[in-house]
């Protein structure tokens, strides 16, 4: 199956800092999804977006869908020690298949 | 809402036994499921799309007369790993959304983390 590219693999931040990962897809997609997931969970929506350039917010996490329909970021501000986790995008063109992103470890340092 | 339930979350069995992990939305219906599989440190790989009342639809490489999938009902699919191998021991995750619009946002149950010795 599908598999998006997602950047950076991991990234090590201070608690505060703001954090900024992407996805990528060769295809083109009509809904990303941004989840969380800790170890031995299974994962948790963050943030739906279904239109072209659309921007959503939830608490302190931004998407945003890419206007090209191929790439979608996801913004974190003022990091705190419970970010840390796996986060996957995750893209759909048809119906509910989604197809996952490789994913962005997050660790916040105190 | 929409919560989905798995079990178990966990199991171990002997290799050349066949497991069954059940997927259940507990508070909408679903007449599409999916299973997904994932290995420590790596992304969810899509397996298959269970439907309710009709075959399930497989990714490429992935056995179908291994995997059985059965959508009995509009809350309930089941993957069946049968005769079970050491490389099939892996975390795998069932998803639903509600009945409805296309694209709505996926909800996962807590996986089975299954263990062939």
């Known amino acids: 199956g599908q598999q998006l590219n997602q950047s950076p693999q991991s990234m090590f931040i201070q608690e505060g800092e703001d954090v900024s990962m992407n996805c990528t897809s060769s295809?083109?997609?009509?809904?990303w999804l941004w989840y969380k997931q800790d170890p031995g969970e299974g994962p948790v929506l963050l943030i739906a977006?279904?239109?072209?350039?659309e921007l959503t917010s939830n608490g302190r996490l931004t998407a945003q869908f890419g206007i090209t329909r191929k790439d979608s970021f996801l913004n974190i501000s003022a990091s705190i020690p419970s970010d840390v986790g796996i986060y996957f995008c995750?893209?759909?063109?048809?119906?509910?298949?989604?197809?996952f992103g490789t994913g962005t470890s997050l660790t916040v340092i105190p | 809402g929409a919560v989905v339930s798995q079990h178990p979350s966990w199991v171990i069995c002997k290799s050349g036994t066949s497991v069954k992990i059940e997927c259940r939305s507990l508070d909408f219906q679903a007449t599409t499921m999916f299973w997904y599989r994932q290995f420590p440190k790596q992304s969810l790989m899509l397996m298959a799309t269970s439907n309710e009342g009709s075959k399930a639809t497989y990714e490429q490489g992935v056995e179908k007369d291994k995997f059985l999938i059965n959508h009995a009902s509009l809350t309930l699919s089941t993957l069946t790993v049968t005769s079970a191998h050491p490389e099939d021991s892996s975390f795998y995750i069932c998803?639903?959304?509600?009945?409805?619009?296309?694209?709505?946002?996926?909800?996962f149950g807590n996986g089975t983390r299954l263990t062939v010795t």
């Open positions: 995750a893209g759909s063109n048809t119906g509910n298949q989604f197809y």
């Open positions: 977006l279904y239109k072209a350039g």
């Open positions: 998803s639903a959304s509600p009945s409805g619009p296309n694209n709505s946002p996926l909800h």
């Open positions: 295809s083109i997609f009509n809904t």
